[in-house]
Nanobody, 130 residues
Framework: QVQLAESGGGSVQAGESLTLSCAVS?????VGWFRQIPSKQREGVAA????????FYSDSVKGRFTISRDSARTKVFLQMTSLKPEDTAMYYC??????????????????????????WGQGTQVTVSS
């Protein structure tokens, strides 16, 4: 059974930083961060595939957000810098077990698609004021 718990959300001013944490357990090899605002679809922000390869980022956060994990693979972090008001959303952590070879060259696209992930946390709110 996969279990996840997010923490670290809060309210900050534009330009400030915030780090989210996701505690994970279970048979997984990937963790992703997603966000959602009311009336909009959930969108992928960042993802990490534990066995190999660089992390994945959406264009909207590339260069500002960094996803990382601890050596024990029990926590995954999303370090968010230079936050903007448009980053305001509920942030969700997701975890799953993937075989990237099944996706071929489309893996970088599918890994940030919420529909590919089966296990979700409850979410943590991030609010950025201008």
């Amino acid at each position: 059974q996969v279990q996840l718990a997010e923490s670290g959300g809060g309210s900050v001013q534009a330009g400030e930083s915030l780090t989210l944490s996701c505690a994970v357990s279970g048979d997984i090899n990937s963790v992703g961060w997603f966000r959602q605002i009311p009336s909009k679809q959930r969108e992928g922000v960042a993802a990490i595939y534990f066995p190999s390869g660089p992390p994945f980022y959406s264009d909207s956060v590339k260069g500002r957000f960094t996803i990382s994990r601890d050596s024990a693979r029990t926590k995954v972090f999303l370090q968010m810098t230079s936050l903007k008001p448009e980053d305001t959303a509920m942030y969700y952590c997701a975890a799953d077990y993937f075989d990237p070879e099944q996706y071929g060259g489309s893996w970088p696209i599918y890994v940030l698609h919420p529909g590919e992930w089966d296990n979700w946390g409850q979410g943590t709110q991030v609010t950025v004021s201008s």
